[in-house]
């Protein structure tokens, strides 16, 4: 005599049973959760989307260490402390902060500076380019950023040694150094990108680059600079140089002490900057 035996719970296919033992949904999942920075990195740019349109150089006026007005206080973030307009106010020249925290910077030299001491280091930045005119090509200027820098710090040539950076254009990049204000020093001359790559208008592209002393080497400087040109083949490297450069230019604790980076618009377009970080390196 055969006895038929109850079906064990684990063979039970009803929906309720199943439904036991599926976990509980997500009640508010995030749908586009921020990216966080990659360790190491820290974002400069966390306190710059307040929801609101910002026009900086209508804000409180931030003036230097005699007094003098040097730009405008983005009340935000107060490590974003100071602007220049390419020598004077003027319609042309403009500063936005974006809702969601893209720094629009308009007119030719006209720069914004974030203090953020560091001496080598390791950088990563979306630039977008627009220009004034209803063009294809970049007009004249380019992207430029520069770290390690003292250029806006008053007082004798000595405290205002100035700065190492690098700048990007339509289809090439490149560096250069600053001894003191207008005393400039070619790091490498511009590169065009590798196989007639371009960065094109109003297209964000993720940017890479490193500033750092060459190990072994006295007052020698080391920058790498790289670009995802959004056609799936990832970062590119653009250009990688070492060059000897002024001893005033490798006072680590001057710049570790106190130095921040300019963002500068130059040409008659707009240089926007999204999201920068940095990494400080040994």
Known sequence: MHHKHPPKPSMLRSDDTLQRHRPDPDPDPDPDPEPQPEEGFVDLSAKWAT???????????????????????????????????????????????????????????????????????????????????????????????KPRNRHEYGGANSNKNSDIGVHFDEDYCGNKAELQHNADITITSDKKYPDNKKMKLDEKYHIKFQIFNEPGEDNTIHVIEFVDFNDGEGYTKTLDVTKRLPASLFQKSLYEGDSS??????????????????????
């Open 261 to 282: 980076i300019w963002y500068r618009n130059n040409g008659t377009g707009t240089s926007v900057f999204s999201k920068p970080q940095c990494k400080r390196l040994p």
């Open 51 to 145: 929801g609101k349109e910002v026009d900086i150089m209508k804000g409180p006026v931030h003036l230097d260490g005699n007094g003098d007005k040097d730009g405008y206080i983005f009340e935000a973030d107060p490590t974003l402390y100071a602007s220049h307009a390419g020598g004077a106010d003027s319609a042309d020249r403009k500063i936005i902060m974006t809702a969601d925290g893209d720094l629009d910077i308009t007119g030719d030299m006209a720069r914004r500076y974030q203090k953020y001491p560091n001496y080598n280091s390791e950088w990563k930045i979306d630039l977008t380019r627009r220009d004034s005119w209803a063009g294809e090509k970049f007009d004249s200027g380019n992207i430029s950023l």
